[in-house]
């Protein structure tokens, strides 16, 4: 089992609709959470830390659930921009620095 | 804004070149981190530091070694490149206060 899972993809979607990547983390040692966004043939990009209350960017919403190991995103009004792809990541506390990133969902947005 | 610097968008080498991939952070951040990311195989961990002189091998690092003589910058060097490390280069510094890793553009190698 992946330590970091998250839903294969691709997401095909129309402008405005409303979409919601899941993803689950094997290690309860698991210390802090995020989601980056990568554009096509470019670096991965910080779009926003989770923290356990739940955090809103925006359009953006992420989720984090410790007791069932699972983070979420939410995008709402989803734009052409959007279209990415979407890592989940998450950073173990082991008494040493371990960052462990997911596959990514790829999210395509269509007019 | 961080900046994360890497020495070339592109590169090609043959076959058992030594090849150099600098990476230079302007943030004073302490760590640092060199990826390769494969098409269905994700981000893979090759090396980090967290000190200058320090190095920590990830989950990859066999056929690299890396250097860090200055807290900005962050080399990986492979001593004898093969076709099998045509990859996408990346490398990030994160701070220790909060983890977010910031990412260099990336340096496409294609060793022929």
């Known amino acids: 089992r992946k330590e970091v899972e998250q839903d294969p993809g691709p997401f095909n979607v129309p402008e405005g609709a409303t979409v919601a990547f899941n993803c689950t983390y094997s290690?309860?040692?698991?210390?802090?959470f995020f989601w980056y966004r990568q554009d096509c043939r470019k670096e991965p990009k910080l779009l926003m830390s989770v923290y356990s209350s739940g955090n809103e960017d925006g359009r953006f919403t992420a989720q984090l659930n410790r007791a069932s190991q699972y983070i979420s995103l939410l995008i709402r009004d989803s734009k052409l921009s959007d279209s990415a792809t979407y890592l989940c990541v998450v950073n173990l506390n082991t008494g040493g620095f371990k960052t462990i990133f997911g596959a990514g969902t790829r999210l395509f947005v269509k007019a | 804004d961080v900046k994360v610097t890497q020495s070339s968008r592109y590169l090609v080498k043959r076959t058992g070149e030594k090849v150099f991939l600098e990476c230079v952070q302007d943030m004073d951040h302490e760590n640092m981190f060199w990826y390769r990311q494969d098409p269905g195989l994700g981000l893979r961990l090759i090396y980090f530091?967290?000190?200058?002189?320090?190095?920590e091998k990830g989950d990859i690092p066999e056929g690299y070694s890396v250097s860090r003589e200055k807290k900005e910058r962050f080399s990986l060097i492979l001593e004898s490149a093969s076709t099998n490390q045509t990859s996408m280069y990346l490398c990030a510094s994160t701070p220790w206060t909060t983890y977010e890793q910031y990412f260099g553009p990336g340096t496409r190698l294609t060793v022929t």
């Open positions: 290690n309860s040692a698991s210390q802090s």
């Open positions: 530091s967290y000190d200058v002189k320090m190095k």
